[in-house]
């Protein structure tokens, strides 16, 4: 959406036909970006099964914020069985000082 534009956001991405596990479950991607469309555009340029992907966002606060949130929205995704296409970036959260988890 327009709205989401110039502004940090974190998405996750429900990829499409072909992208399913092996047990026939979804596949997910997670990211975090400050151009939603051309992020987008640039993930659905990668074939068939991306072209056809649905889509959730939010907005947060700043970058540092949406790289946090996105590493916890992978460990707690992979934690909970869903299937995910890259768990690299769930693997360290920046933590903000003071802030337990």
Not at 21 to 35: A, F, L, M
Not at 92 to 101: A, K, W
Request: hydrophobic share 30%; proline share 4%; aromatic share 4%.
């Amino acid at each position: 959406p327009p709205s989401l534009e110039g502004t940090s956001c974190v998405y996750i991405l429900q990829l499409g036909e072909g992208q399913e596990g092996i047990d026939k479950k979804p596949r997910y991607y997670v990211g975090e970006t400050d151009s939603l469309s051309r992020r987008l555009a640039k993930h659905r340029s990668k074939g068939k099964s991306w072209s056809s992907l649905m889509a959730v966002a939010i907005r947060v606060e700043s970058k540092s914020h949406a790289r946090n949130v996105e590493s916890l929205v992978i460990q707690r995704m992979a934690k909970n069985g869903f299937h995910l296409v890259s768990v690299t970036d769930g693997m360290s959260v920046r933590r903000s000082p003071g802030r337990t988890e």
